[in-house]
């Protein structure tokens, strides 16, 4: 089964802000209290993951939740 789009697009855009920001998956992984294994999964799409782990990952980005969710041409 293939993932939503919207889980790829969360996906994405995690890991574009990480990578802008210089950290590794374990940093994003200590700041917003997850797993580093869990953090990798949710950006390979692997996860369908809860609001509640979304709003810290975005927190510990210091982003939007907004933005880890919208797409290129919103």
């Known amino acids: 089964m293939q993932p939503h789009k919207a889980r790829l697009q969360f996906a994405s855009n995690v890991r574009e802000q990480r990578l802008t920001k210089g950290l590794s998956q374990e940093d994003l992984a200590e700041l917003c209290g997850l797993h580093r294994t869990y953090v ?19 927190l510990a980005l210091e982003v939007r939740l907004e933005d880890l969710i919208k797409g290129e041409k919103e």
Do not use: L, Y
């Open 40 to 58: 990798g999964s949710v950006e390979r799409g692997e996860r369908n993951i809860c609001i509640d782990n979304m709003e810290r990952i975005a």
